[in-house]
């Protein structure tokens, strides 16, 4: 077992290794974990591949994080390993502090994590916990060193200053100018020149989007929740 045949076997997926590392008893992973991978879409092809899935077809609730489960279940057990999910809980997992262990992600100014190859768009389908511990890579450099910080001026109601304002942006964009963010996903995010070569679809945003805003009072009606 190696690093890059797990990921060769991830990416027949549409699935990337976003972070890996070694765990410590205070790491909160499962008994026995040796090495935890953090697993996000592969990108590009992520969003063709998973809107062709029967999940994003049959209409049913929650259907990105069924195709998680139905897809990464299975390849976890073929390794001798489990699965994690986000939506497990509660108690819920701490992928925020396990991103952070594996030295690929990092608080950004506006307080959302930022992925090293994601920017602002990085999330986390699952972690997998390996019962061996395998040789790793290197880790990433945190983009906002080098970055003129555009997230910062970017949302138009100031909702990501300070602590996050969730009332502030729901009610933003539940008014005509909060449109832009709904269909093509949060103008932070966006902003982020860490994401911009991630290739992410703006159709990818808006499905995130309308998961997080669910009151929105002018939904796409080809868009799944």
Known sequence: ???KALQSGL????LEIFGAFHTAP?????????TLLLLGPYEPGFWPHFTASPEY???????LDRWSKRIITPWANSQNASAIFPSDGPSFAPFIQWAKNSGRAWGSPVGLLVHDVAGLFVSYRAAVALHVQI???NTGQNPCIT?????LTACPVNALTGEYDVARCKSHLNTPTGKACMETGCLVRTACPAGHSYG?????SAFHM????????????DTPR
Do not use: H, I, V, W
């Open 1 to 3: 077992m190696t690093y």
């Open 11 to 14: 990416r027949s997926l549409q």
């Open 26 to 34: 205070e790491d909160n992973a499962p008994s026995g974990t040796k």
């Open 57 to 63: 077809l049959d209409g049913a609730a929650d259907p």
């Open 135 to 137: 040789d790793l890579p």
């Open 147 to 151: 970055c003129s910080k555009p997230c």
């Open 200 to 204: 992410r679809l703006p159709q990818q």
């Open 210 to 221: 309308a998961a997080f805003n669910p009151d929105d009072p002018t939904p796409d009606p």
